[in-house]
């Protein structure tokens, strides 16, 4: 399989950016260390402040004007630690700032996400790391687009790409900086950026962490649960998996709250439909980290044991092995990369009783939908199939399109008009 780790490979989010800067002022690009934005944001910056570098922040803490002067457009990198640029930047919007003047990016907020006043005067945009049509050479054939229209159109196409290939793309990382990494460099890069997230990164969001281990415990139990709507009381007890008592409970909410604001836990909300078309829904986000590598990795996940059905890493109930749940995973990754290209949101679909679910469901803003399973296998089993149909009886013409998407060869529409498409032949 073909890789591009050495020169920039465009991103999805590059498109969305540039439309939104060519009419908006202030444009914020967050998501989790290492995504991308910096190298994304600068090659579309004339003047770049790095608050990373002590100097650079020195001179911005002290004078916060220095940014009305520079040529623009301005790029802001890490702008959390400077919270005052915020309110800079957001004056200078009121005040008629032009198109494209601010680029900021951050990989945290340093208060609770949606608390930043000047909400629509800076928009932000999620960056995520690498999807599947990031990494990949096999063009996709797919398009996300095209089936949220609801034409339900031929699908075609084939992919070189086996489960082999998707286990190796899970354990490499979609983090660019890290894919040129192999073997024992690899694992150490993620091993540093996962020491980085405990020993530093969630004290500088002013959460204490008094016991690291405890962190590191319930972080690998999250990681545990990835796919999963597991409760954080399972997680919580996963988390001790007979190493003592586990943390409590107030402690738990604390790393919780952290983590998603630096953007390391990604979880995926469930779909609630509109009207009363299905009852009794449960609503438990499903658990997903920003990159599946670091799930794998920090439950000790290799090659091997993914490949033989192995589940390594704290006891967490689950459906399958965890070989399924990471590709679910990466999967989820890649659609929400797609999805917030086409103004979607995703989310996922279950019942309270776990009687009906479906991985991923796909929303238009005027409540269409495209419904997706993710399996592993050449071809969707029948419990995939017979779920999306029950789904379709339920919702009618708001189910825009059904989806299976497989670690198969082949994309094709079946007899029942069910899309079956490769993970690699998906794309924005």
């Known amino acids: 399989m073909k890789r591009h780790v050495t020169s920039y490979r465009q991103r999805v989010v590059d498109a969305e950016l540039d439309m939104l800067l060519g009419e908006l002022p202030a444009i914020l690009l967050e998501g989790a260390r290492a995504v991308?934005?910096?190298?994304?944001?600068?090659?579309?910056?004339?003047?770049?402040?790095?608050?990373?570098?002590?100097?650079?922040?020195?001179?911005?803490?002290?004078?916060?004007?220095?940014?009305?002067?520079?040529?623009?457009?301005?790029l802001v990198d890490e702008w959390q630690f400077v919270p005052a640029i915020w309110d800079r930047v957001?004056?200078?919007?009121?005040?008629?700032?032009?198109?494209?003047?601010?680029?900021?990016?951050?990989?945290?907020?340093?208060?609770?996400?949606?608390?930043?006043?000047?909400?629509?005067?800076?928009?932000?945009?999620?960056?995520?790391?690498?999807?599947l049509v990031?990494?990949?050479?096999?063009?996709?054939?797919?398009?996300?687009?095209?089936?949220?229209?609801?034409?339900?159109?031929?699908?075609?196409?084939?992919?070189?790409?086996?489960?082999?290939?998707?286990?190796?793309?899970?354990?490499?990382?979609?983090?660019?900086?890290?894919?040129?990494?192999?073997?024992?460099?690899?694992?150490?890069?993620?091993?540093?950026?996962?020491?980085?997230?405990?020993?530093?990164?969630?004290?500088?969001?002013?959460?204490?962490?008094?016991?690291?281990?405890a962190l590191r415990r319930w972080l690998r139990a999250y990681a545990a649960a990835t796919g999963t709507t597991a409760s954080l009381e399972t997680?919580?007890?996963?988390?001790?998996a007979g190493e003592g008592h586990p943390p409590a409970k107030t402690t738990v909410l604390g790393y919780r709250d952290?983590?998603?604001?630096?953007?390391?836990?990604?979880?995926?909300?469930?779909?609630?439909?509109?009207g009363r078309a299905i009852a009794r829904l449960s609503h438990p986000p499903k658990h997903h980290l920003a990159d599946p590598a670091l799930a794998a990795r920090l439950v000790g996940a290799t090659r091997g044991s993914l490949l033989r059905g192995?589940?390594?890493?704290?006891?967490?109930?689950?459906?399958?092995?965890l070989l399924g749940a990471l590709f679910e995973s990466l999967v989820t990754l890649s659609v929400r990369v797609y999805a917030q290209a086409a103004e979607a949101a995703v989310g996922h679909f279950?019942?309270?009783?776990?009687?009906?679910?479906?991985?991923?469901?796909?929303?238009?803003?005027?409540?269409?939908?495209?419904?997706?399973?993710?399996?592993?296998?050449?071809?969707?089993?029948?419990?995939?199939?017979?779920?999306?149909?029950?789904?379709?009886?339920?919702?009618?013409?708001?189910?825009?399109?059904?989806?299976?998407v497989t670690t198969g060869s082949h994309a094709y529409r079946r007899a029942d008009g069910i899309a079956v498409v490769p993970a690699a032949l998906l794309g924005p």
């Open 36 to 74: 991308g934005k910096t190298t994304t944001a600068a090659r579309r910056a004339t003047t770049t402040f790095r608050l990373d570098e002590p100097g650079t922040r020195a001179v911005l803490e002290a004078d916060p004007g220095v940014l009305s002067t520079a040529p623009g457009p301005v």
């Open 134 to 213: 990031e990494r990949v050479d096999d063009p996709p054939t797919v398009s996300l687009k095209a089936l949220l229209t609801g034409e339900r159109a031929p699908v075609s196409g084939t992919t070189s790409l086996t489960l082999i290939d998707y286990a190796e793309e899970i354990l490499r990382s979609g983090f660019p900086g890290v894919r040129r990494l192999t073997g024992r460099a690899l694992r150490a890069q993620l091993d540093g950026y996962l020491e980085r997230v405990v020993d530093r990164d969630v004290e500088e969001l002013g959460e204490a962490v008094r016991n690291p281990t």
């Open 258 to 274: 952290a983590l998603q604001r630096l953007f390391i836990l990604d979880p995926l909300p469930a779909w609630t439909p509109s």
């Open 310 to 321: 192995e589940s390594p890493g704290p006891p967490i109930p689950r459906d399958g092995p």
């Open 235 to 240: 997680i919580r007890e996963a988390a001790a």
């Open 350 to 404: 279950r019942t309270h009783g776990g009687e009906h679910e479906v991985d991923l469901i796909v929303e238009r803003d005027d409540g269409g939908i495209v419904a997706v399973e993710v399996k592993l296998g050449q071809a969707p089993n029948e419990r995939a199939v017979r779920e999306l149909r029950w789904l379709a009886g339920r919702v009618g013409d708001t189910l825009l399109d059904a989806v299976v």
């Open 90 to 131: 957001r004056r200078e919007v009121d005040e008629g700032a032009p198109p494209g003047r601010y680029l900021l990016t951050g990989s945290a907020s340093p208060t609770p996400r949606g608390s930043h006043t000047g909400a629509g005067r800076i928009v932000s945009l999620r960056m995520r790391p690498l999807s």
